[in-house]
Every structure is written in structure tokens, then in C-alpha cells.
């Protein structure tokens, strides 16, 4: 268990898979989408990040954007601010817009990072969701661009299909067959030292791992 995009980079060096736990809201939020029926969710840097590691938003605008026309379907951008306008959402993800345009996928709509309520505003079933988000987004995007073989979120926070112990359950579930698959070990990453909530998080959901019987030594 690591901190921050710092934490993300190490754990990518080590070739293992890193789980982001952002739990206000980047996580949340992803874990709603996934709820919702989102056929991919990612994470990316909003624009102005100034994060002391490589970041490179357009890359995973373009992840999403292909995953989107693989898929035959469009793009959902979610980003910052959660009270705010959708030209100052845009605004922070020029990069990610870019990307997916690059790709020749469309954007379906845009969406403030809110968790668990996000997938009220619309219909995610079937779609790409791709987050901006100055914690949570940044340590994915860090991850990936330091060669992470893959890259899952994780959250505690209820969403409208999880309750309980469940979202922290699934996060432990999602992360142990990924790794599996994959032949690694896993960093779980609270997305910000300064965040309680996400430090909380992420032991916990580190507790739930071992609690499968996962060993990457074994």
C-alpha cells in the first residue's frame, strides 16, 4: 500500500497491478459506472496538473477513444468542477477531448465528478467513461504512463447498487483477478496522503485482498 502518483509510479516500476482508491469522488464514481453498465472506465490528468511524475492525458483520451469505436459506442467525459458549467469542465480536459477526437470517437456527454450519484445524470450502460480528476485521475494516469500491465480503481463508498461492505469486496475481487491474470502482485494507492478517507480506504480494501488468499509470492 502506497500514497499519491508517486506511489502509483512505484507500484507500476514493480510491474504489478495498481489500484487507485480516490474515495471523494474519483473512485466512487468509477465504481457508480461500473454499476451503471459503463463498458470501460478510466482515469486521466485534467490539463493543469503539475504532478512531479510523467502524465499524459491525451494518451488515455485516445485509450478511451478507441476503446469507444472498438466498441461501437461514445465516449462519457466526467470532470471538474462538481458545481459548474460543462465549458469549465471541457476546459480542464483539452488533452482528453483531444485524444478522443483523435481516435474519431464522439463524446456522448459530460458529467461533474460527483460518485455515486454520477450515473443519475445519464445513461452509462454500454459506454466508455473516461474521469479527469486532480487525484484520482492523476494517479491513473501516472500508473499507465509508467507502464502499469493494468490499472483498476477501487472505493468503500456505498453507490446506488453496492452497500456496505460490498464496494470494498468487489475492489478486492476486481484487483485479485486482474492480478491473476496478469501473474503480479498489486499496489493499492490512497490517491492523496492528505485525504484520511482515501488512506482509510485503501487499508481497508488492502485487508480484503489478503482476505482472499492473495499472495504474489506464492
Not at 2 to 18: F, K, P, W, Y
Not at 171 to 185: D, F, H, I, P, S
Amino acid at each position: 500500500m502506497t500514497v499519491n502518483a508517486s506511489g502509483a509510479v512505484t507500484g507500476a516500476s514493480l510491474g504489478q497491478v495498481v489500484m487507485v482508491v480516490d474515495v471523494i469522488d474519483m473512485s466512487t464514481t468509477a465504481e457508480a459506472a461500473w454499476d451503471a453498465g459503463a463498458v470501460a472506465v478510466l482515469g486521466a490528468s485534467p490539463d493543469s496538473c503539475r504532478a512531479p511524475v510523467e502524465l499524459d492525458p491525451g494518451r488515455m483520451g485516445r485509450e478511451a477513444g478507441e476503446m469507444a469505436v472498438a466498441k461501437g459506442t461514445d465516449v462519457v467525459l466526467v470532470s471538474e468542477p462538481r458545481v459548474g458549467s460543462d465549458e469549465e469542465r471541457r476546459a480542464r480536459a483539452k488533452k482528453v477531448l483531444a485524444g478522443i477526437e483523435a481516435a474519431g470517437a464522439r463524446i456522448g456527454a459530460v458529467l461533474p465528478n460527483i460518485g455515486a450519484e454520477t450515473p443519475k445524470l445519464a445513461d452509462l450502460k454500454g459506454r466508455v467513461v473516461v474521469i479527469v480528476s486532480d487525484t484520482g485521475g492523476v494517479a491513473y494516469d501516472a500508473a499507465v504512463n509508467a507502464g502499469a500491465p493494468g490499472v483498476v480503481t477501487g472505493t468503500v463508498a456505498r453507490t446506488m447498487a453496492k452497500r456496505g461492505q460490498e464496494p470494498a469486496k468487489a475492489a478486492a475481487r476486481r484487483g485479485v483477478e486482474l492480478a491473476n491474470r496478469l501473474g503480479t502482485g498489486i499496489t493499492v494507492v490512497a490517491a492523496s496522503a492528505n485525504s484520511l478517507e482515501d488512506i482509510l480506504a485503501a487499508e481497508y480494501i488492502a485487508r480484503e485482498i489478503l482476505a482472499l488468499g492473495f499472495n504474489s509470492l506464492k
